[in-house]
Structures are given as C-alpha cells and as structure tokens.
C-alpha cells in the first residue's frame, strides 16, 4: 500500500524566512497531489493543487513542486507570517478516476515573531 | 455561502454505546466524504458518496459502524457499539462532483471521546 511521508512532525521557522515542507511517498503513482492547511480544532483546507505533468504551481506566497521522479513534492511559503503557522497535510489523489485523497501525517509550521 | 456543517462538535460516550454523527455538506455539492483523524495523524477516508450512493466503502469497518446519505444530501455516520479506540475526530467533506482534483471542503469535525 501506499506510504507518504512528511519530513518533519514539527517545523520552527523565523518570520519573514521561507518554510519548505517535504513530502515524500512510495508504492504509488498519484495523478495529482495536494495540500492543505488545518488549525486546531478545524477541519483541513484545501491550498493548492498539483497535477502529474506539472512541475510547479504557484498562488500568491506559496509555490508547490511535484516531482514524480523523485516521487516528491515541496511546499514553500516565502516572506512567512506568524499567521501561516499551523499543520500542514499533502495528499495523494488516486489513480482510479475518483476524488479519494490519501494523507500524510501533517508537519506542524511555527513561525516564531 | 455556508461551508460544511457537522454536529455534534463533541461528543463522550462510555464504550459499548451507540453514537452517530451528522453532516450537512455544501449545497450542490454531490459527493460527500467521511474521514477519520485520529491524533497527530492525517485524515483516513471510511466512505464516499456519489448522491445517496456508497461507491467507497472499502474502509469502512462494517461490523460497527454504518453511514447512510438520504436523499443525497445530509449523512449520517454510525457506531455502535462504540469501542475505546474509535475516540478520534470524525471529519465530513464535500466537493461538487468526483472529478479528480476536485476540491474537497471539510467541515469541523465531530471529536469523540469514549470513555
């Protein structure tokens, strides 16, 4: 079964820095992959999406690779905010031509003032 | 526009009992989702709905738990009986159909404690 791996539990970063958040995975070939940002107590929403034959997306102060090679995809947030802290989710959508998303654990940003 | 509503937001139950869930997804939204998120974790899908159609229910441990959408809107997520181990967060999604990529917009989840 598929294994999708986020580089860290916990990220500390300055303000005004760029965090890179890693996501790694194995057994599988998504056709897309996505992030998401959840605050405590909330349910995950949805920042960006990204799909097998693009190599970089990007909206506003955030930018998403997918390297399927590498089986790969990194999340930047540049100029970041004591706002931007919280847990951020990458997902693997599948191949079967559903909308079903598998997660990984979520890497948890603070960006310290 | 209102987002996706879940109720309860909490919820203790001694184990053995039955407890059940409640989403309210978007309006126009045709599939609905059913996560579990248990601590320090991602969310796990336990079933997807294409209108009142379960079409995933692969996850779904189908010994306790049960999930009905009528109608093809609101669903409905049951346990019973309720075992310590399904304290977790019970998050509902929806998005406007099944294509690939589609958004999925999540409500707030139901936190569940059995005691």
């Known amino acids: 079964s598929q294994k999708i791996e986020q580089n860290s539990e916990a990220l500390n970063i300055q303000e005004g820095k760029t965090a890179t958040l890693t996501c790694n995975y194995t057994?599988?070939?998504?056709?897309?992959l996505q992030w998401y940002r959840q605050d405590p107590g909330r349910g995950p929403v949805f920042l960006l999406l990204?799909?097998?034959?693009?190599k970089e997306k990007r909206k506003e102060r955030l930018k998403v690779t997918f390297d399927t090679t590498l089986k790969q995809s990194l999340f930047h947030i540049t100029a970041s905010q004591p706002a931007d802290s919280a847990t951020y989710l990458c997902?693997?959508?599948?191949?079967?031509?559903?909308?079903?998303?598998?997660f990984g654990t979520g890497t948890r940003l603070t960006v310290i003032p | 526009e209102a987002g996706v509503v879940q109720s309860p937001r909490y919820k203790i139950i001694e184990k053995k009992q039955p407890v059940a869930f409640w989403c309210n997804p978007i309006?126009?939204?045709?599939?609905l989702y059913w996560y579990l998120q248990n601590l320090g974790q991602g969310p796990e899908l336990l079933i997807r709905?294409?209108?009142?159609?379960?079409?995933?229910d692969s996850q779904l441990p189908k010994d306790r738990f049960s999930a009905e959408r009528l109608k093809g809107v609101d669903s409905t997520l049951k346990i019973q009986p309720a075992e310590l181990g399904d304290s977790a967060v019970y998050l509902c999604?929806?998005?406007?159909?099944?294509?690939?990529?589609?958004?999925?917009?999540f409500g707030p989840g139901t936190r569940l404690l059995v005691l």
């Open positions: 999604a929806s998005s406007l159909d099944r294509a690939p990529g589609e958004t999925q917009y």
């Open positions: 057994n599988y070939s998504p056709a897309y």
């Open positions: 990204i799909r097998e034959n693009e």
């Open positions: 997902a693997l959508g599948d191949q079967t031509g559903a909308n079903n998303l598998f």
């Open positions: 309006s126009g939204h045709n599939t």
């Open positions: 709905y294409e209108n009142e159609e379960a079409v995933d």
